[in-house]
T-cell receptor
Framework: GAGVSQTPSNKVTEKGKYVELRCDPISGHTALYWYRQSLGQGPEFLIYFQGTGAADDSGLPNDRFFAVRPEGSVSTLKIQRTERGDSAVYLC??????????????FGEGSRLTVL | LAKTTQPISMDSYEGQEVNITCSHNNIATNDYITWYQQFPSQGPRFIIQGYKTKVTNEVASLFIPADRKSSTLSLPRVSLSDTAVYYCLVGAYSGAGSYQLTFGKGTKLSVIP
């Protein structure tokens, strides 16, 4: 497809379980971002990849959160020992821009995570 | 990171021009101003970006005064489909080199028939 694809669109899990959320960016986009959005709030930055490397993971809330992008395309956000407070919509975005003024981010529709 | 302040909500009738103003008093010299639109259950969508003066595209205009401490998004002749949350962002480089966009709570625009 032409846009950013995120799977699953919905994930319900139990407290303490492990989850993986996948992002397939637009082909050729080198920059990839993960954001988290809680109800009624704006998206909150989690991590930024430039190519395969995590250039900025300052937004990850704690060490239960981890993300990879091994081949510089698809990225997986991994959450260990999930907690109810992790419930949110996880958004992925990609971009052509490496530096400059940031350019336009193309967002996926998000993965809604519910931790029971 | 520059902080932005915008109204929590606005109402407008169909066909009217809507202006949403955002303040960003501590904007840095290299920062650009970007606006995104978000519909329920969708990711944000880029509307417009500018650095100074005026920028116009097919959907909106962005007015930025000389001091760049505020900006105004102008939507001409809104329709019901423009009902959404609008975010004003000022980008900044983080210490790790990424261009980090910080979203606030946005402005919820409701267009009334």
């Amino acid at each position: 497809g032409a846009g950013v694809s995120q799977t699953p669109s919905n994930k319900v899990t139990e407290k303490g379980k492990y989850v993986e959320l996948r992002c397939d960016p637009i082909s050729g986009h080198t920059a990839l971002y993960w954001y988290r959005q809680s109800l009624g709030q704006g998206p909150e930055f989690l991590i930024y990849f430039q190519g395969t490397g995590a250039a900025d993971d300052s937004g990850l809330p704690n060490d239960r959160f981890f993300a990879v992008r091994p081949e510089g395309s698809v990225s997986t956000l991994k959450i260990q020992r999930t907690e109810r407070g992790d419930s949110a919509v996880y958004l992925c975005a990609s971009s052509f821009q490496r530096g400059g003024h940031g350019g336009e981010l193309f967002f996926g529709e998000g993965s809604r995570l519910t931790v029971l | 990171l520059a902080k932005t302040t915008q109204p929590i909500s606005m109402d407008s009738y169909e066909g009217q021009e809507v202006n949403i103003t955002c303040s960003h008093n501590n904007i840095a010299t290299n920062d650009y101003i970007t606006w995104y639109q978000q519909f329920p259950s969708q990711g944000p969508r880029f509307i417009i970006q500018g650095y100074k003066t005026k920028v116009t595209n097919e959907v909106a205009s962005l007015f930025i005064p000389a001091d760049r401490k505020s900006s105004t998004l102008s939507l001409p002749r809104v329709s019901l489909s423009d009902t959404a949350v609008y975010y004003c962002l000022v980008g900044a480089y983080s210490g790790a080199g990424s261009y980090q966009l910080t979203f606030g709570k946005g402005t919820k625009l409701s267009v009334i028939p």
